[in-house]
């Protein structure tokens, strides 16, 4: 039971940046991975970067360099700061939460947010 609001979103010249985040709360035991994903029209949601509970970050190739993902873990809050934005960073990006909610529970189950716009135009 975790809902994640997602905020930070909006539009921005190529070159600009943007810093979304997003806030886990409910009844969960704990969180372990936390990402960002995202999807454009008639594309298949994709990773944008992932960041586990010790702080291990995955980043897709396109974006290695230019973004950063972040948490902090006594808030359940995970950021991505988003610098030299172009064009094609332009999609909707979801919050994405693997939580266990029981303490004798070994199985994590998958959250989303209700996905933020992301625009990148001049």
């Known amino acids: 039971q975790v809902q994640l609001v997602e905020s930070g979103g909006g539009s921005v010249q190529p070159g600009g940046s943007l810093r979304l985040s997003c806030a886990a709360s409910g009844r969960f035991f704990l969180i372990n991975g936390m990402g960002w994903y995202r999807q454009a029209p008639g594309k298949q949601r994709e990773l944008v970067a992932v960041i586990n509970s010790g702080g291990i970050t995955n980043y897709a190739d396109s974006v290695k360099g230019r973004f950063t993902i972040s948490r902090d873990n006594a808030k359940n809050t995970v950021y991505l700061q988003m610098n030299s934005l172009k064009s094609e960073d332009t999609d909707v990006y979801y919050c994405?939460?693997?939580?266990?909610?029981?303490?004798?529970?070994?199985?994590?189950?998958?959250?989303w947010g209700q996905g933020t716009q992301v625009t990148v135009s001049s």
């Open positions: 994405n939460a693997d939580a266990s909610l029981s303490t004798y529970s070994r199985t994590f189950f998958r959250y």
